[in-house]
């Protein structure tokens, strides 16, 4: 380690290989916590390269619990957070749309960060008890075309670096982490990033590893599409800068998406959605996002087909079918 610290000071890149082996260090004690809190600190102020968080990618999955599901092609819908928005859960409702369209989800998350309630959050006031048993997670991906991969029961790892990351309290290379160490390692990802930065990162990232994606990004710093402006979006075969209008979705006000002070609130506006109660701001930011993930499934197919798609599974009934059939499989 003090190897490569010196060479962190000699503005030198680490290699996959060697950030792979630090994580695999990490997680075997080699080395003291002042260490870790250098490396992270000297990560953060010098910018973290593609390879590097690759190394660390690899690290974490293989340190871990992996989750090989039996079916052939997934998607998983996730925000990297952090962007202090404290919006309703809508990535997360987006996954229960794509599933009642009849597309299998495999949604990697956790609690709340930054804002009131997280996936695990809304998910778990369902009644919902996460597992890692690979039995039960085919059983639910198989019956309700989703399965949702609480993040600890699968990142060994992260538990070795939580109090170091506590005391030095500002974002590391762990906060990137997230969206790229689902651990059933889908071939097909839609992530919402908070920064253009976050973009052309996962941009490289995804190119390297060679999935389907799509990352989007609102221009007034949303991590997701928020409709509340135009939003940029990156994928395998076009970048391009929207207006709400271009996929035929009226504006939203900031004030319309917000999830709620209290869990109860965010699960109430989150069924509303899916049972085709909400107000028409919170529908259609939802359709938003789950068409962009279907037209990455699909391969590429036209946005608006793709919007009239979510919106049948929302007002069909089926997206809310999705979402009970998953809570009988999993309570």
């Not at 991906?141 to 030095?168: D, Q």
């Not at 799509?214 to 997701?224: A, K, L, P, R, V």
């Amino acid at each position: 380690m003090k190897q490569l610290l010196s060479k962190m000071l000699n503005h030198e890149k680490l290699t996959r290989h060697e950030m792979l082996d630090i994580l695999i260090g990490i997680t075997e004690g080699k080395y003291p916590a002042e260490q870790i809190a250098a490396l992270l600190t000297g990560l953060q102020m010098r910018g973290i390269t593609v390879d590097e968080l690759l190394g660390f990618r690899d690290g974490i999955l293989a340190t871990g619990v992996p989750a090989i599901l039996d079916a052939p092609r997934y998607i998983d819908i996730v925000g990297t957070g952090g962007d202090q928005k404290n919006t309703f859960n809508i990535s997360t409702c987006s996954c229960f749309v794509v599933a009642g369209a009849g597309y299998k989800v495999a949604k990697h998350g956790n609690y709340a960060a930054t804002s009131v309630s997280g996936a695990s959050n809304v998910i778990e006031m369902h009644g919902v008890k996460f597992t890692n048993d690979i039995d039960q997670l085919n059983r639910s991906i198989n019956e309700s075309n989703f399965v949702y991969l609480h993040a600890p029961l699968f990142a060994r790892a992260m538990k070795f670096v939580t109090p170091i990351r506590k005391n030095i309290s500002f974002p590391t290379i762990f906060n990137l982490l997230g969206p790229i160490v689902n651990p059933s390692q889908p071939k097909c990802q839609l992530l919402g990033v908070a920064t253009l930065d976050q973009m052309r990162l996962y941009n490289s990232v995804y190119q390297k590893l060679g999935v389907d994606y799509s990352i989007e990004n609102s221009i007034d710093g949303y991590d997701e599409i928020s409709l509340t402006g135009n939003f940029k979006v990156t994928t395998n075969n076009y970048e391009r800068i929207f207006s709400p209008s271009d996929i035929g979705l009226p504006v939203a006000q900031a004030s319309e998406l917000r999830g709620g002070d209290t869990k109860e609130e965010a699960m109430q506006i989150f069924d509303n959605v899916l049972e085709n109660k909400s107000t028409t701001a919170q529908k259609n930011v939802v359709i938003a996002n789950a068409a962009f993930a279907i037209q990455v499934y699909e391969g590429g197919k036209d946005i608006a087909e793709c919007i009239a798609i979510a919106r049948e599974s929302i007002e069909s009934g089926r997206a809310y079918q999705a979402l009970k059939k998953y809570v009988e499989v999993n309570s």
